[in-house]
């Protein structure tokens, strides 16, 4: 269709014809907005927020929405599209002038709500500026999608919610492909769907940028302007398509273009089994196929059922959902040949520059004031964070061999998680996630490989750094001190002590006794690598046991490990450590006999 066919030649003074008829309209959106926006919350003392503006937003929505849905709804009227077809206009002007309506309805409608906005208290901050940035995309791109639902369906409640469907389908679509990194998780050990995901979002599937909360986040740049025009001119573009290839006839049907019902039916049998397996999150690799399967057939049967009208599915569909089937198991299959050479890759030790390994994925940097997942974190970053970075060749051998013996078996004392992150000579990354199961089987096999490391100036000073790092103690600045005791039986009672009463100097140094032994043959050395916590130095359960916990089965622990202390050493609020803590958390049993000597000498 040529450009100039588009609009009518009498499409000026319709579109104003249409504007008055809208009069009534504008009206009470106008009241509903002063009266919820502005004078209501000067009524009730609070005066105008930006609360009240977000209201606002939220208001413009439902208003544009139902006014959309009126307009469009003569496409859903088989009397109403006989007697259009008698008039000098085709489809495609009656659609295009009811956009333009709305649009201009729509921009009244905000610019009254930006008039508002200067009266919130204190004036307006950036971040109500930046809505506005969102809002009025969200708004046109929600009028041409209405448009575009509403030529595809064929009656209005449908159309209504044909509407959310289609402007939410990118999330939709976003929210199978999870489920099946999901499934890629269950197939490839060392994958995590939520790295994968994550990953995914931010370097190929810009929802952020689709749905321009990107420019709230970041600093607005051209690139709004590009993605908006490239919205508009895709879903405009599938207006004018769909609207010749909408057969007036169907009117009435919930859905009037076949291409689109295939769609529904698809993304319904996507989504239902996707949703299921969120729900019964523990369901394994066998049951989420069979699920996904099942719940597929079922879903799209019943989808088609409605859209039909019908509890007999047509030839097409039951095809349709063949083809998606073997489309899921190739992918299935596809992926498993696909990451079955990754599932065994350990980097070689001369080719890393540094590695991390640790359960926290989350790296924050105090110093720069700013925290990032470890994936997308530099190793500069990281170094700089709290965090530790095994850099000497010994420790990033110790590293590779335990990678290689978790590749192996899963098997540990306790169920844990933990993360492997190589940062390579050349500049690349690998990482690696993986979970580890109890078993009673387990004999220390992976805490060997670790134990070096563990006992190495870098760990100690990062991790234990109360205890080993001299310049991080001596610049601790302790205001008081908490101690109490527990027996075998888990009675508590405080210890009665000031701060002055206890020589921190020497606590210090009977803990590091404690720890030197350990270390030397701990039993739960990948533990503390991996899970440990700056400042919390709990290790009365995990770390320090008793010579018989490990022997066995993890669940026989002796009583005399629950007999102990606890320590809480509390600094000054305005002289926090460097790590953002305010108080140092120490746990003692009777096998730190050093410590718990010490601190019992107190408790007569």
């Given amino acids: 269709m040529e450009l100039k066919n588009m609009m009518h030649s009498n499409s000026k003074p319709l579109i104003l014809n249409r504007l008055k008829e809208k009069k009534n309209w504008f009206l009470v959106s106008f009241a509903i907005m002063l009266v919820t926006v502005v004078i209501l919350p000067m009524v009730m003392g609070d005066g105008v927020e930006e609360a009240n503006i977000v209201m606002g937003m939220a208001e413009i929505f439902f208003l544009v929405y139902i006014n959309c849905m009126i307009d469009f709804s003569y496409l859903h009227d088989s009397r109403k599209l006989s007697y259009n077809v008698s008039k000098p206009i085709t489809d495609i002007q009656r659609i295009n002038m009811a956009i333009i309506v ?5 921009a009244v409608l905000v610019v009254v709500l930006a008039l508002i906005t200067p009266l919130i ?29 509403s030529i595809l369906t064929g009656n209005t409640i449908a159309a209504g919610f044909a509407t959310v469907i289609n402007f939410t389908l990118p999330l939709l679509v976003l929210a199978v492909i999870n489920f099946f990194f999901e499934i890629i998780e269950d197939i490839a050990l060392g994958f995590n769907s939520s790295i994968l995901f994550s990953k995914f979002i931010e370097e190929v599937y810009r929802i952020d940028i689709l749905y321009f909360v990107k420019y709230i986040d970041d600093s607005f740049d051209f690139t709004y302007f590009l993605v908006l025009a490239a919205v508009l001119v895709l879903l405009y573009a599938l207006i004018v398509t769909m609207s010749k290839r909408r057969k007036h006839e169907r009117a009435g049907d919930l859905v009037v273009v076949d291409g689109y019902k295939s769609l529904i039916s698809v993304l319904v049998a996507s989504l239902a089994p996707a949703v299921f397996a969120q729900v019964i999150s523990y369901a394994d690799f066998t049951g989420k196929i069979v699920s996904f399967i099942l719940l597929s057939a079922l879903s799209f049967y019943l989808i088609n059922a409605i859209m039909e009208k019908s509890f007999r599915i047509r030839q097409h569909a039951v095809k ?9 198991l190739l992918f299935v299959v596809g992926s498993d040949m696909m990451t079955e050479k990754f599932e065994s890759y350990v980097p070689s030790p001369v080719d890393v520059s540094s590695v991390y390994i640790g359960q926290n994925t989350w790296v924050y940097s105090a110093e720069k004031e700013e925290g990032r997942e470890i994936y997308s974190a530099s190793e500069a970053f990281v170094e700089g964070a709290d965090m530790v970075l095994f850099k000497t060749a010994s420790e990033i051998q110790d590293i590779t061999n335990l990678h290689r013996e978790v590749i192996k078996n899963q098997d540990y004392y306790y169920y844990s ?35 070096a ?12 750094n109360f205890i080993y790092d001299d310049v991080y103690y001596d610049g601790l600045d302790i205001q008081s001190i908490d101690v109490s005791y527990q027996d075998e039986n888990y009675n508590s009672r405080v210890v009665p002590l000031k701060a002055e009463d206890v020589d921190i100097d020497l606590l210090r140094d009977n803990m590091r006794k404690d720890y030197d032994d350990y270390l030397s043959s701990c039993g739960a050395c990948m533990d503390m690598v991996v899970g440990y ?15 018989d916990y490990y022997s066995g089965s993890i669940k026989t622990v002796d009583a005399v490990s629950r007999e102990g202390f606890t320590v809480n050493l509390y600094l000054y609020s305005n002289k926090m ?28």
């Fill in 533 to 547: 916590r700056s400042n919390d130095y709990s290790l009365r359960y995990n770390y320090i046991p008793d010579a």
């Fill in 320 to 328: 349709l959902f063949i083809g998606f089937v073997v489309v899921f």
């Fill in 577 to 604: 450590d460097d790590k953002g803590y305010n108080n140092i958390y120490i746990d003692v049993n009777k096998n730190m006999a050093n410590t718990f000597n010490y601190l019992k000498s107190f408790d007569s």
């Fill in 121 to 149: 208290n204190g004036g307006p901050d950036d971040y109500v500026w930046e809505m506005f940035m969102v809002t009025i995309p969200w708004l046109l791109a929600g009028i041409f999608t209405a448009a575009l639902s």
């Fill in 417 to 451: 998680n933990f993360v492997i992150v190589y940062y390579m000579k050349d500049g690349e990354k690998v990482y690696r996630y993986y979970k580890l199961d109890d078993s009673e089987d387990y004999k220390g096999e992976k805490d060997r490989f670790i134990t």
């Fill in 453 to 464: 490391v563990v006992n190495g100036d870098e760990f100690k000073k990062r991790k234990l």
């Fill in 102 to 106: 709305n649009v201009v309805f729509t």
